[in-house]
């Protein structure tokens, strides 16, 4: 939730007719070591984007991604050429996405008093949203 929220992910609005709210869900996960000790306590906000139709609530959701051959490509020129190559990852990536009109249910345990009618509008992509990946 801090990086939902450090992320501005939403806002609170008024559900405009014509639209409707997909529910969220909270999904859990322990990391264990080779032990199977229990290192680390993970959740993540997921939409359950799986009640989404196509041509309704989202119009595309190809995500475009490189082919490993186009990789390997890249990186063996890099070496001919004595370039330099750098390699990020990006977390919460999907949390990063612009979003158009998707509106979801507030999160039970997260509900806002006095506003539990309002619904929010998400200004960056959820996991599990159809559009996520290409967002």
């Not at 799986?50 to 995500?63: C, K, L, S, T």
């Given at each position: 939730m801090d990086a939902v929220e450090r992320n501005r992910t939403w806002e609170l609005a008024d559900l405009p007719a014509g639209h409707r709210a997909i529910t969220?869900?909270?999904?859990?996960?322990?990391?264990?070591?080779?032990?199977?000790?229990?290192?680390?306590?993970?959740?993540?906000?997921v939409a359950r984007g799986?009640?989404?139709?196509?041509?309704?609530?989202?119009?595309?959701?190809?995500?475009p991604v490189t082919l490993m051959e186009?990789?390997?490509?890249?990186?063996?020129?890099?070496?001919?050429?004595?370039?330099?190559?750098?390699?990020?990852?990006?977390?919460?990536?999907?949390?990063?996405?612009?979003?158009?009109?998707?509106?979801?249910?507030?999160?039970?345990?997260?509900i806002i008093l006095g506003k539990e009618n309002k619904v929010l509008h998400l200004r960056k992509a959820l996991y599990s949203l159809r559009q996520a990946p290409r967002a």
């Open positions: 969220l869900k909270s999904v859990y996960k322990l990391k264990k070591d080779e032990a199977r000790a229990v290192t680390k306590h993970k959740a993540r906000l799986f009640v989404q139709q196509e041509g309704v609530d989202f119009d595309d959701a190809f995500a186009s990789v390997r490509l890249l990186l063996a020129l890099a070496a001919q050429e004595g370039w330099h190559v750098h390699h990020m990852d990006v977390k919460s990536a999907f949390l990063n996405g612009d979003l158009e009109e998707v509106y979801v249910h507030q999160s039970s345990g997260f």
